[in-house]
């Protein structure tokens, strides 16, 4: 069987993650976003939802609806409620993310800046648009899996290189990647070599605006040999204009989580 050629719905990122999709009895809908591509089908009391692996990395998100799915998907079928409507929503990954700059930094002694980097998010599909009724989520890129700290007290994350950049504006807008606000303070007597920070997604709220996705924003004191400080701003970052909430934490934030950065940070530049 050929693949079907819909007719296409180009969205703006918001458009996409405030649209909420009616279903008839049988219909199928296409959804492409970022490297996420996805086909549901509404089937009497059940929800089929095939992913299908692709590299083909599309900066405006695509929705349409089309006669037939390609052959050879490997179909999951939801048995949930009576909604008949579907909205598709962005969250961040189920681990923190390691995060690489494409270049090191090195911060001298009393010196800081602000940074804003990607962070890589997944597209969770929801009926009838709530969070109760998730369904499945999907990564919106590859990621490779890392550990960081030592070897009894790390935690394996998600692996991921980012540019540091000065301003939002410097970076291309892409409908799965987060603006992450980063800032970086060096309060020691020796220069940092900063090679790598620990963005906690499961412990942070993200934002939509009309062109970002923004996570909480992240302020780091570098203080070694003493304890370092990692702080997760709970406001609304500011520079992305009129921002709607679009995710919760997964997990709330606590004392062990700061602590655990805190250790961590010491030794930041032997990562």
Partial sequence: MKRDEPVVDELIPRELWEQVTSFAEGECRLWHVGSARFWIRRVAD??????????????????????????????????????????????LPDRPIVIKP????????????????????WVAILEGGTKQGLLAERPGSFLSSTWFGDPVDGELCYSFTSDLYRSPEEREDLPLMAVCPLKIRNGSSSTLDFQRICVRGPHLDLYTGVRHLCPNAVEL??????????????????????????????IPPNRNVIKKSFEYIRSLSLY
């Fill in 102 to 121: 494409s270049s090191p930094v090195k911060i001298l002694p009393a010196k800081g800046s602000q940074y804003y980097i990607h962070v890589p998010v």
């Fill in 46 to 91: 059940e929800w089929l939802i095939a992913f299908e692996e692709t590299k083909d990395y599309l900066t405006v998100p695509i929705a349409a609806q089309v006669r037939e799915a390609p052959e050879g998907l490997q179909w999951n079928r939801y048995v949930a409620g009576k909604s008949s409507k579907i909205a598709v929503h962005p969250v």
């Fill in 221 to 250: 004191v570098y203080r070694a040999p003493a304890p370092s400080q990692i702080t997760y701003r709970e406001s609304v970052p500011s520079f992305a204009g009129d921002l709607k909430h679009a995710s919760s934490p997964r």
